[in-house]
């Protein structure tokens, strides 16, 4: 059984400024929790009896991950879900630095400068993973990505792709060409090459790219739509730009 | 000032059954009420006094829509957002049997069979009415299309595109060549042209397309992931495909 006092520990991690300072939160669910431990960031699952015995839990258990017996009248003081699984983890934070993170010379990185809603930025992380990008990185003007609604919209994917804290200058710094994505930028059907280091930001929905990023860009690359349609989902806009961008080959140095 | 009874019956269309009943719902929100209006869907507006001030809800009620004024207190009674805006309309339900509808000799419709999610549902009209698709079909299967959140997600687009309800096996009389998507199809990048009426049929996460819908396609077709990836987000991937199709020359009859 789970000592009280631990309980009101995992509990503060609902606060952005105690995940901060622990570099440490809590995730639900057993899809993203498998995926925080194979890549080794979880510490600690917790669990309601029924849970413990599903093989899926027991596979977990098995690879030494402590496990501890969460009682069913606590599992609201940990549950963000309306439908808690009952299967909780204390997680290590996966993101790092922009500052000192190793990327490889052929990257694609995608940008997330300024989204603010929690289930978009989830889903873009989820994208980025499942298309072949190198990283994403995340700006301050973005929403927190160990936010709960972003890792569970992530689908394990936080786990499954570097996860880098900056600003864009810093890709800049290191060499990668910016594009933003806008509308009403080139259609991305009309490229025939990509810089071997490609950032790609998007912003913010409906308000688009902060005019400091869009300074830092080469250009503008998007999506024709029809006519009266104002937007794609940012998301949707993001997985059809990587979709067709990496499909291209890479332009010599 | 709007009668308490009228209120009430607003109310009451937080009910599915009612607003099937009656075929009208509440919509919330400026964007998504000033494409109700434009396409001729709004009959009432419902608004807090401060809200009556805005130049775009002038607008609106230039064109004549009647206007009632809503008491901030009862605001709660009709909002389903957290942050209510206090502009609310009464609208007619845009969505038609696909028995009966007409569809151009030349067009791409996409299928939603068995979405649960109303999120992905709403951002899969959205998508559908920004990459030019002709219609989407939603199936019995999936959520009511007039479901709030849904209604939200689709940013307006439930009035630009039209919305059917039937099933698949509608669309295979009406001539259709069906495909539906699915990771381990063929790849979209390896098509070379598109039959003149393609429905793309998209299912639920993580469960994918029913069997029943599976037996009646043409085929598969997808997009390839990342090893260790298991799926996109649904509406991420029918960008995708939509994206890819739209750009293909139509086979010959």
Redesign the interface.
């Known amino acids: 059984m789970i000592p009280r006092g631990r309980l009101k520990y995992l509990r503060s991690l609902r606060l952005r400024k105690n995940r901060e300072r622990e570099g440490l939160f809590v995730a639900e669910g057993l899809n993203v929790i498998e995926d925080a431990v194979r890549s080794g960031h979880a510490k600690e699952l917790l669990l309601v009896e029924e849970a413990e015995g599903l093989p899926r839990v027991k596979e977990l258990v098995a690879r030494g991950i402590p496990a501890h017996r969460l009682e069913p009248k606590d599992v609201g003081q940990l549950a963000e879900t309306r439908t808690p699984s009952g299967v909780f983890a204390l997680v290590k934070d996966p993101c790092r630095p922009l500052a000192g993170a190793r990327l490889p010379a052929q990257a694609l990185v995608l940008v997330a400068a300024g989204v603010r809603d929690p289930?978009n930025l989830g889903?873009l992380i989820?994208?980025a993973?499942?298309?072949?990008a190198a990283a994403v990185l995340v700006t301050a003007g973005t929403v927190e990505p160990l936010n709960g609604k972003v890792v569970r919209a992530t689908?394990g994917?936080l786990f499954?792709i570097p996860v880098l804290l900056g600003e864009t200058a810093g890709l800049r710094e290191a060499g990668f060409t910016l594009y933003v994505a806008d509308a009403g930028g080139e259609p991305v059907?009309s490229w025939r090459a990509r810089p071997a280091r490609l950032a790609l930001a998007v912003g913010n929905e409906p308000r688009g790219i902060d005019a400091g990023v869009r300074a830092l860009a080469a250009g503008a690359v998007g999506?024709p739509?029809?006519a009266?349609?104002?937007?794609?989902?940012v998301?949707?806009?993001?997985?059809?730009l990587l979709?067709?961008i990496r499909?291209l080959p890479v332009v010599p140095a």
Chains 1, 2 share one sequence.
């Open positions: 289930g889903t989820r994208t993973a499942a298309l072949g689908a994917a499954r059907s999506i739509l029809e009266g349609v104002e937007s794609l989902n998301a949707v806009a993001a997985g059809i979709h067709a499909a």
